[in-house]
């Protein structure tokens, strides 16, 4: 994925260094040469990601920090301090000033992308469940700090996996300072045992857990609908770092290194915990929010209304954001023969069991609804027409791949269905246009045979491709 990052050091060579190395990787990068006018680009540019010194003229990196914290604007935007410090209590006095992270100059390649691309993804779907709430209109967006204002960072609960005894002494002494309770699992086979029976505000895992590989508890872990959320912590030695990328790739949040500091354990833990906080705060309100008129009652998807305030306010970003926006457009192959010859209680079942399926094959920052009878859209932030009609193409595959079944009825039913996708990069265009060219693209696909996925903008790219071609033979 790409992403707008902001690069902030008073040393030009520094600046143009970071620059080179992120535009290398396709990141779109801003730079500021000291804090105010870091303050001031974070405001208007809304960067995804910002990398600042710390030692810098004036305003330092920490400054900067705790400045962009206090800013309802900008207190959601991730930032990694990028310094030659290294004592601890610098590292944790920038966690509380409210950093993500620390690099260490000089900057490993590989921590550094895998990090700029962990924080950026989690962003994502923070930036998304913020649009849904203000898409709601219900109030106001929730910062990150009402939720320590609401002095609900203690009591959290924690899960160590660890093979030592005495590390599991330490940790839970540690996290038992801030109100913490820590449960202590030393396989993999505890832990997902353990995750299952109770919920947990955040997993701290050892990357050795005696035999076995800590990634792979990352990796199960972030597979379960019921964990997808819960932050990681992994703990590793100085020499395993370079398997970190792997770990951020799989999705842990954050890492600490061997020998354990209780205070930047328990500053670490704490931004963890708030954000955990945050993400569950928001999607509470969301609930809550989106009443009845919101959401299809017989799906229990979003409807038309909400869909067509959410695909505006995305449309809308594109201005600030550059990043495309794709809709797909489907509906059921021959769903007026299934309510013809089984009834519409059947065919209610069947569009049920079809949102359902849809659901667990989109992207978490993508949108679900119903637009009216069988017709099904699905609003993609931040996905180009690959990434669309790569989606297309497994939710197709989802709801062709196994029959459903139908009660009172012997023989499940096979079903499928016909997606038409239609990406934009263009601010101006409305939500109307951009469904129709995803409507016009469905039937093509119906045309084609049904069960089938075809786009607007790869069939135009194809009649340019083939005008083009005829040109030159005349």
Do not use: W
């Not at 990352?218 to 100085?238: A, F, K, N, Y």
């Amino acid at each position: 994925m790409t992403a707008r990052i902001l690069v902030v050091d008073d040393i030009p060579a520094n600046v143009k260094l970071l620059e080179v190395k992120l535009s290398a990787e396709y990141f779109d990068v801003l730079t500021a040469s000291d804090g105010p006018s870091a303050l001031e680009i974070a405001r208007s540019e809304a960067p995804d990601l910002i990398l600042s010194d710390v030692m810098m003229p004036g305003m330092d990196g920490f400054e900067l920090c705790e400045q962009l914290k206090a800013d309802p604007a900008t207190s959601h935007i991730p930032l990694v301090m990028v310094t030659a410090l290294s004592d601890v209590a610098d590292r944790v006095r920038g966690l509380e000033a409210g950093a993500d992270d620390f690099l260490t100059k000089p900057v490993n390649d590989i921590a550094l992308f895998a990090r700029v691309r962990s924080l950026a993804r989690l962003k994502l779907m923070m930036d998304e469940l913020r649009v849904r709430q203000a898409a709601s209109g219900k109030g106001e967006v929730l910062a990150e700090s009402d939720i320590e204002i609401e002095g609900k960072i203690s009591d959290a609960h924690v899960l160590l996996a660890d093979a030592s005894d005495t590390l599991a002494g330490k940790v839970s002494d540690y996290l038992a300072e801030d109100g913490h309770r820590t449960d202590h699992v030393k396989t993999v086979a505890e832990a997902m045992e353990a995750v299952q029976d109770a919920s947990y505000d955040l997993l701290i895992v050892s990357l050795h857990l005696a035999q076995e590989d800590g990634l792979r508890l990352c990796s199960l872990v972030r597979s379960q609908d019921d964990t997808r959320h819960v932050p990681i912590l992994l703990l590793l030695d100085e020499e395993d770092l370079p398997r970190l990328p792997k770990g951020l790739e799989i999705g842990v949040t954050d890492y600490l290194i061997k020998p354990i500091d209780r205070n930047e354990l328990k500053a670490r833990t704490r931004t963890q915990i708030r954000r955990r906080r945050y993400h569950d705060k928001l999607r509470d309100i969301l609930r809550s929010s989106v009443s009845m008129a919101y959401t299809d009652a017989l799906t229990g998807v979003y409807n038309r209304r909400y869909m067509n305030a959410h695909l505006d306010r995305k449309i809308m970003e594109i201005a600030e954001t550059l990043k495309p926006v794709s809709v797909l457009m489907f509906d059921l192959d021959h769903f007026k023969s299934v309510n013809d010859t089984y009834g519409h209680t059947s065919g209610d079942e069947v569009l049920r069991e079809l949102a359902l399926r849809v659901s667990k094959g989109v992207r978490d920052l993508d949108l679900v609804c119903r637009y009216g009878g069988e017709e099904f859209v699905i609003v993609m932030p931040d996905a180009d027409v690959d990434v669309a009609v790569n989606v297309a193409e497994r939710i197709r595959s989802l709801v062709a791949g196994e029959a459903f079944e139908i009660s009172g009825r012997d023989q499940p039913l096979g079903v499928t269905i016909s997606i038409g996708v239609a990406t934009t990069r263009e601010p101006t265009e409305t939500p109307e246009t951009l469904i129709s060219r995803a409507d016009e693209a469905l039937y093509g696909a119906k045309a084609a045979g049904r069960n089938g996925v075809r786009s607007a903008e790869l069939e135009r790219l194809s009649q340019r491709s083939a005008s083009a071609a005829g040109g030159g033979i005349v």
